[in-house]
């Protein structure tokens, strides 16, 4: 598994808070007992990780209550840049429709089970709503969950423009699902638990068949097939290097029970076999080469070398793409191409999400209960909608740093 250790940092306008921040004083009187100083951290969430000595937020004012609800809503500094762009009737909005949305989660809290444990855990230490949250790539989130000095504990921060621009603002029933799916990182950040180890996969690097894409373009499927096979036995992994799946339960095809292992290790091997036997059915059938090239071309370029499947509890994801950060690249087959490669991980025991490119082939089904048919589906969709965007921005997902368990 793809891990990388990048420093980051949350930006607001053209402003990397690495070091003291500077107070913007609002106008509205109404704000001005949630001013507070921008917190000095780093970036986290889907795409980097955070430093783990992250500076305190300096607070000013004790911010907006919500009953029942352990942690009060700040609303954050910008600069002028930042700020002009938003109304100061529109970062009210913001935080009142933000204010709002907990409310109803905490009326119904047994069904969001994230941020129940959220709440159980006492994790969330306070919320921020910025007028924009920037990491120090130049990339804007809506959200970014950052770690606090205390541990188990973290800030989340809500960027006010993107609630606005995705009209959000007084709609809180409409931002009720995409915030409780946030939890998931706050949890997960919130974890300071030991993470396990990696076993690096053994890899012939020099020796891996690596072609170009004109080069895979003209290749029938069956000498696709073939290459893939020198690829398994090369370059391409098909088992999780922390073997998270040992002594796990597996799934028959079609079934949602899982069954306990025969042996500690039966369960990796079942998947490593089934993973397999979709990789060749995407490379060798018209269908995927019609309906997702990029799948086939990254599978056979070297663009990918791990597809597994993992057992990550903290994770909400049914699949998700890692790719290893620019400075961890290799240099791979005989022209000594140079590649960041990715992981491709497929969360045995969760579903998929209906905003799932692959929703409908998993038939609600845990994606361990996946035929090859269907698995190779899944993979071909991940690889193809996520493959080309997280290569060319060397980002690596956060949640690499949370170990499968």
């Not at 609303?75 to 840049?81: F, I, R």
């Not at 994790?123 to 606090?148: C, H, M, S, Y």
């Not at 035929?371 to 290569?391: C, F, G, P, T, W």
């Amino acid at each position: 598994m793809v891990n990388r250790l990048t420093r980051c940092r949350v930006r607001i306008g053209s402003v990397i808070t690495d070091c003291r921040p500077v107070v913007w004083t609002l106008c509205t009187g109404a704000f001005l007992c949630t001013l507070l100083f921008v917190p000095n951290t780093q970036a986290n969430h889907r795409d980097h990780q955070p430093h783990a000595d992250a500076d305190e937020p300096r607070v000013l004012g004790e911010g907006r209550e919500i009953p029942g609800a352990p942690f009060h809503v700040f609303l954050g500094t910008g600069t002028a840049a930042g700020v002009n762009e938003l109304q100061s009737v529109d970062l009210e909005a913001a935080v009142q429709t933000v204010i709002d949305t907990f409310t109803i989660m905490l009326q119904h809290r047994a069904d969001y089970p994230r941020f129940e444990e959220s709440l159980t855990k006492q994790a969330l230490k306070q919320v921020v709503i910025e007028p924009v949250v920037i990491n120090d790539e130049g990339k804007a989130f809506p959200f970014l969950v950052v770690r606090t000095k205390e541990p188990g504990r973290v800030t989340l921060l809500i960027s006010a423009s993107s609630l606005k621009d995705k009209g959000f603002l007084h709609h809180p029933d409409s931002l009720l699902p995409v915030l409780a799916r946030e939890f998931q990182w706050v949890v997960s950040k919130a974890d300071t638990a030991p993470k396990a180890k990696a076993v690096a996969l053994e890899r012939h690097l020099q020796q891996a068949p690596i072609l170009t894409d004109d080069e895979i373009a003209v290749l029938p499927g069956e000498e696709r097939a073939r290459l893939l096979q020198q690829l398994f036995h090369s370059y391409l992994g098909t088992v999780d290097e922390q073997k998270s799946l040992d002594g796990q339960p597996w799934y028959e095809v079609g079934s949602p029970a899982p069954i306990p292992p025969t042996h500690a290790d039966s369960t990796t091997k079942l998947y490593d076999i089934r993973i397999r036997e979709a990789l060749q059915k995407i490379v060798r059938e018209p269908y995927f080469r019609e309906h997702t090239p990029k799948a086939v071309r990254s599978l056979l370029n070297g663009k990918v070398w791990n597809v597994a499947y993992v057992k990550i509890d903290q994770r909400d994801w049914a699949t998700r793409t890692r790719v290893l950060s620019e400075e961890k690249a290799v240099v791979v087959g005989e022209r000594g191409q140079r590649i960041q490669p990715a992981a491709i991980l497929v969360n045995v025991h969760r579903l998929a999400a209906a905003d799932d490119p692959f929703y409908r082939d998993a038939q609600g089904l845990p994606m361990g209960a996946l035929s090859a048919d269907q698995l190779a589906r899944v993979i071909a969709l991940e690889i193809h909608h996520n493959i080309q965007e997280k290569s060319l921005s060397g980002h690596t997902a956060q949640d690499a740093l949370t170990a499968p368990r």
